[in-house]
């Protein structure tokens, strides 16, 4: 297992999901929305992640799973309803590109204070977070490294525009790379990006 950690702690190793809780509790985090896709859900992906908890007092207390092939607005907008009605802290997006672009959408409106999409102010930060949203990304798949840019892409269906979260609010917090959550992918791939994940740390840094 190797954890790297400037802005961004990556964790990259096998199984290295089942120290998710003690990552959880570093933070201060008790209550965890997960945020996934399809895929991610019908594979067993977010089991895996609700057996790493089952014997931590750290809470998943909602999971949304309808994220398809393109984080929406209606995808965030909702997250951030349930977020705040459940009182959440914390944020595992698990899957493709769409569910981790969703959760980062999510939480630049949770950090900003802002309850839909069409609302925020294009590379605007608000003086002080409205609050600290922690977010922590399982991705089951790897290519461009997305997973640890600080940017979100959502889709506006009914104005047929994409908002573009470019901001230091989107970004991962820790990203997790482990092979049990990318067995799709030839071990030598994951590898691959786990380096190229780390180059990226690296040069944000």
């Given at each position: 297992m190797i954890n790297y950690e400037n802005t961004i702690k990556l964790m990259?190793?096998?199984?290295?999901?089942?120290n998710l809780p003690y990552t959880?509790?570093?933070?201060?985090?008790?209550?965890?929305?997960?945020?996934?896709?399809?895929?991610?859900?019908?594979?067993?992906y977010v089991d895996l992640i609700k057996y790493a908890f089952i014997s931590d007092p750290v809470d998943i207390v909602y999971t949304y799973k309808?994220?398809?092939?393109?984080?929406?607005?209606?995808?965030?907008?909702e997250i951030v309803k349930q977020y705040k009605f459940l009182k959440?802290?914390?944020?595992?997006?698990?899957?493709?590109?769409a569910a981790i672009m969703a959760a980062?959408?999510?939480k630049v409106l949770l950090t900003e204070g802002i309850r839909y999409c069409n609302h925020y102010r294009a590379n605007a930060l608000?003086?002080?977070?409205?609050?600290?949203?922690?977010?922590?990304?399982?991705?089951?798949?790897?290519?461009?490294?997305?997973?640890a840019l600080p940017v979100a892409?959502?889709?506006?269906?009914?104005?047929?525009?994409?908002?573009?979260?470019?901001t230091a609010y989107a970004e991962t917090n820790v990203l997790v790379l482990d092979t049990k959550m990318t067995d799709i992918i030839p071990?030598?791939?994951i590898a691959t990006y786990g380096l190229f994940a780390l180059s990226l740390s690296l040069e944000s840094y």
């Open positions: 990259v190793g096998e199984n290295v999901i089942s959880f509790k570093q933070r201060d985090c008790q209550r965890i929305m997960i945020v996934c896709d399809e895929p991610a859900y019908r594979l067993g309808g994220i398809r092939d393109i984080a929406t607005t209606k995808d965030v907008e959440c802290d914390g944020i595992i997006a698990i899957g493709k590109k980062k959408g999510a608000t003086e002080y977070p409205t609050q600290n949203v922690y977010l922590f990304c399982v991705p089951i798949n790897f290519g461009s490294g997305f997973e892409r959502i889709y506006d269906k009914e104005a047929n525009i994409i908002y573009e979260f470019n071990p030598k791939a």
